[in-house]
């Protein structure tokens, strides 16, 4: 395969580690969250990526006709994980919320720090 036939892969990877070391390193609750949907987006990518046949076609059987279909079930499956991304995310928000409510603070160094020293 040629450089340009993998580049769907190499924007997986890049943002695969991109979301993956902000939810790692960051020390802000929101970046944490921004990452994780960055980290969901590339797995949403790869799926889709490796769904593409050559020459298929919508999977309607027709009598007499021999062709290459496409299975429906990646994009069903993107479908269901993006509305779960998003309901993930929008609990992840809720919650920050409350911890700032709570804390005073969305770092979560500080927010660590001022549970030991109760």
Partial sequence: MELLGLFNYWVFAVLLMVGFYAVIAKPNMIKKLLGLAIFQAAVFLLYITMDKVEGGTAPIIQAGVD????????QVLILTAIVVGISTTALGLALVV???EAYGTIEEDETQQKDLEE
Avoid: K
């Fill in 67 to 74: 062709a290459i279909y496409s299975n429906p079930l990646p």
């Fill in 98 to 100: 409350r911890i700032h």
